[in-house]
């Protein structure tokens, strides 16, 4: 095989309560990527369409993942890399993961699959540095392994796969206004109150276990956070509103989605998932903000090959 076109989804990452360590992934949005071997070796970004990204290797978090992969390689060939960006930048669904994701996985096919999915997140959160400023695999680790993921360390990597519950849905709002991630964790303190941090680390192991047993209380009671949501939302118009409307038409929990300004609820079955859509869609209607909204299953796959 010499060529192979994936399509690599959004994810949510953070997931309330687990800054930099939860993420999700969704089935309905996603980037189109093809990747190809050229007699040329090195990387190299032969088009972007959809959003106006550097198409510099160095620069571009797509190609910053393939360098890191072609590194532990030795082949007497290059690859080119095509990307059909259908996620905005800066949205807070996962878009500079979905090309560090999707380029890496796309290689590992065209290579014989030489690594495993834990590797292959590596190579990608090389990648995902050159967007956000620091390494973080909350989003693609999600994008690689589907479902929910928790990521127990970055140094060294390692990646937990945790079950989704049967009825399970997200939705999706996503105000059209840009919010860098590196700006969205300049704003958040260095430090954290010790009784915050016990209320945060509650509602993790809370939120984990309740995917593990399918208790939607639990994981309704554990989708909160105190250390992040305080100061993010702020950056958010509306947030405050639009959360209030989505737990009135019954979301188990509503946060930000990454460092927004998407927000996500979870809810339990597609029907609610749909109310909340439209809770969300009144809210927004009344600011004269244009948003996207999507209902999504949680994809348990993560990138597809097409
Ligand atoms: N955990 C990251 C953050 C996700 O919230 O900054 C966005 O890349």
Redesign the pocket.
């Known amino acids: 095989m010499d060529e192979i076109k994936i399509f690599s989804p959004a994810t949510v ?2 997931v309330a309560c687990g ?2 360590v939860l993420g999700f992934c969704l089935d309905t949005v996603g980037d189109e990527m093809v990747v190809r071997k050229t007699a040329t070796k090195g990387i190299s970004i032969t088009k972007i369409e959809g959003y106006d990204l550097p198409m510099e290797t160095k620069r571009n978090v797509a190609g910053v993942a393939a360098l890191a992969l072609l590194e532990k390689v030795e082949v007497d060939f290059g690859f080119e890399i095509e990307i059909y960006k259908n996620i905005k930048p800066g949205s ?1 669904v ?1 878009s ?2 979905a090309s560090a994701s999707g380029v890496v996985f796309a290689m590992n096919e065209l290579l014989g699959r030489p690594f495993n999915k834990t590797q292959l997140s590596f190579f990608a959160m090389k990648g ?1 540095a050159v967007a ?1 400023g ?1 390494e ?1 695999a ?2 693609i680790a999600p994008g690689i392994f589907g479902g929910f993921t928790l990521v127990k360390s970055t140094n060294p990597l390692e990646i937990l796969e945790l079950p989704t519950p049967h009825d399970m849905y997200a939705t999706i709002v996503h105000p059209q206004i840009e919010i860098k ?1 590196s700006e ?2 300049a704003i958040l303190p260095k430090e954290i109150v010790l009784q915050n941090a016990i209320t945060q680390w509650a509602n993790v192991g809370s939120l984990v276990h309740g995917l593990h047993i399918s208790d939607y209380d639990l994981i309704s009671s554990a989708l909160k956070d105190v250390v ?1 949501e305080p100061f993010r939302k702020q950056l958010i118009p509306y947030f405050d509103n639009a959360k209030k409307a989505a737990l009135e038409a019954g979301a188990l929990g509503v946060g930000i989605s ?2 927004g300004p998407s927000i996500f609820s979870l809810n339990k079955g597609e029907e609610t998932a749909h109310k909340v859509a439209e809770a969300f869609k009144n809210v927004y209607d009344q600011t004269g903000i244009e948003f996207n909204l999507y209902v999504s299953r949680i994809n348990p796959n993560g990138i597809k090959i097409l």
């Open positions: 990452a953070n800054f930099d807070g996962g500079s993961s995902e956000s620091s973080h909350d989003n991630t969205a964790r992040v990454g460092s």
